[in-house]
């Protein structure tokens, strides 16, 4: 994790992140390295696991065999989410708290030396290019992209091989919760640093089934997104949400806004003002996205990589210093 936007370069390098407390590195690449090998290595062993053929096949609308995550390679990763943000020092709360500045620039790669944001991108994709791969365009074929009412009608089977590790009824000892905040990490924010060149499948597949997903889970109940082990944490909700913010439909920045105000409320009842002050800056950066699409109906910068003509408005508005969600084109598997 880099910067609040949704693609840009500097962005989205470290998307689950977790304490440092403990890691003391002497220079800035290998905190970077440090990072990002805990949390890779504490993601699900999802690429062990194809290479074994240890995976529940299941069928999907096409007809078409699908590794199904097993929920063992979600409970990997429950240790990361919980450490995502630091504990509160005031509320009391189990729950995580927002972090403090010091910690948010080591997310984002504040000062980060190029060396050390195309390192990160290489641990990425030698780590799960193979898992987004098992599922990408040619082998989990999706619907054309279409409206956001065909999307709302067809998120269910989109999403249906991921529901079962997601939706179930869960309490305080099960990790449904985690298991859904992995996969939306996996399918929104790390396709992002895989990608860098062919970003037309992070826009027109991954982000669609990141979207499938999260519409059929806030339907449900109970909800994912309100499991105890990060209901009051704005970083692992905030994540969580991210969809929405890039999503192209103009119902969804406003399903982003609904979903952030109640949350909002939600701090303002607790008291918590350092979640409170995240869930506000969390906001603020979901308003530039929401600008473009009431604007233009789209994001410019994406026009280059789905082949969309440039209008002369929108070329004016990327000249000017316009917002900028893409990353760079520069491959990150070295």
């Given at each position: 994790?880099?910067?609040?936007?949704?693609?840009?370069?500097?962005?989205?390098?470290?998307?689950?992140?977790?304490?440092?407390?403990?890691?003391?590195?002497?220079?800035?690449?290998?905190?970077?390295?440090?990072?990002?090998?805990?949390?890779?290595?504490?993601?699900?062993?999802y690429q062990e696991r194809?290479?074994?053929?240890?995976?529940?096949?299941?069928?999907?609308?096409?007809?078409?065999?699908?590794?199904?995550?097993?929920?063992?390679?979600?409970?990997?990763?429950?240790?990361?989410?919980?450490?995502?943000?630091?504990?509160?020092?005031?509320?009391?709360?189990?729950?995580?708290?927002?972090?403090?500045?010091?910690?948010?620039?080591?997310?984002?790669?504040?000062?980060?030396s190029q060396e050390e944001?195309?390192?990160?991108?290489?641990?990425?994709?030698?780590?799960?290019?193979?898992?987004?791969?098992?599922?990408?365009?040619?082998?989990?074929?999706?619907?054309?992209?279409?409206?956001?009412?065909?999307?709302?009608?067809?998120?269910?089977?989109?999403?249906?091989?991921?529901?079962?590790?997601?939706?179930?009824?869960?309490?305080?000892?099960?990790?449904?919760?985690?298991?859904?905040?992995?996969?939306?990490?996996?399918?929104d924010q790390l396709s992002?640093?895989?990608?860098?060149?062919?970003?037309?499948?992070?826009?027109?597949?991954?982000?669609?089934?990141?979207?499938?997903?999260?519409?059929?889970?806030?339907?449900?109940?109970?909800?994912?997104?309100?499991?105890?082990?990060?209901?009051?944490?704005?970083?692992?909700?905030?994540?969580?949400?991210?969809?929405?913010?890039?999503?192209?439909?103009?119902?969804?920045?406003?399903?982003?806004?609904?979903?952030?105000?109640?949350?909002?409320?939600?701090?303002?009842?607790?008291?918590?003002?350092?979640?409170?002050?995240?869930?506000?800056?969390?906001?603020?950066?979901?308003?530039?996205?929401?600008?473009?699409?009431?604007?233009?109906?789209?994001?410019?910068?994406?026009?280059?990589?789905?082949?969309?003509?440039?209008?002369?408005?929108?070329?004016?508005?990327?000249?000017?210093?316009?917002?900028?969600?893409?990353?760079?084109?520069?491959?990150?598997?070295?």
């Amino acid at each position: 994790m880099r910067h609040m936007n949704c693609v840009s370069r500097t962005s989205h390098s470290f998307r689950i992140s977790h304490s440092l407390d403990c890691v003391v590195p002497s220079t800035k690449l290998e905190v970077c390295e440090t990072m990002a090998k805990k949390i890779l290595d504490c993601f699900f062993g999802y690429q062990e696991r194809l290479r074994q053929h240890e995976f529940r096949g299941r069928a999907i609308g096409n007809g078409s065999p699908f590794p199904v995550l097993h929920s063992a390679h979600f409970r990997r990763m429950t240790s990361c989410i919980n450490s995502y943000t630091p504990k509160s020092a005031t509320s009391g709360s189990k729950n995580d708290t927002a972090a403090p500045p010091a910690v948010i620039k080591k997310w984002f790669g504040h000062h980060g030396s190029q060396e050390e944001k195309d390192r990160y991108d290489q641990l990425c994709h030698s780590k799960f290019h193979d898992a987004l791969e098992s599922f990408g365009p040619p082998k989990y074929k999706l619907p054309p992209p279409g409206s956001w009412e065909s999307e709302q009608a067809e998120a269910d089977e989109i999403a249906r091989p991921f529901l079962g590790d997601c939706t179930q009824s869960f309490d305080d000892d099960n990790e449904y919760g985690p298991n859904f905040l992995s996969i939306i990490l996996l399918l929104d924010q790390l396709s992002r640093n895989i990608f860098r060149v062919d970003q037309a499948q992070i826009y027109n597949h991954y982000d669609r089934i990141a979207r499938a997903l999260l519409y059929s889970v806030l339907k449900r109940s109970p909800r994912a997104d309100q499991h105890s082990s990060f209901q009051f944490s704005p970083a692992h909700r905030f994540w969580l949400y991210m969809p929405l913010m890039h999503s192209e439909h103009i119902e969804d920045q406003d399903k982003y806004q609904e979903v952030m105000d109640s949350f909002k409320e939600e701090m303002v009842g607790r008291g918590d003002q350092p979640a409170l002050d995240y869930v506000e800056m969390a906001i603020k950066g979901a308003k530039a996205h929401s600008f473009d699409i009431r604007e233009f109906g789209r994001f410019p910068h994406r026009n280059e990589y789905l082949g969309r003509v440039t209008t002369k408005e929108e070329q004016a508005f990327m000249d000017a210093g316009g917002n900028k969600f893409a990353p760079k084109k520069e491959p990150s598997n070295g």
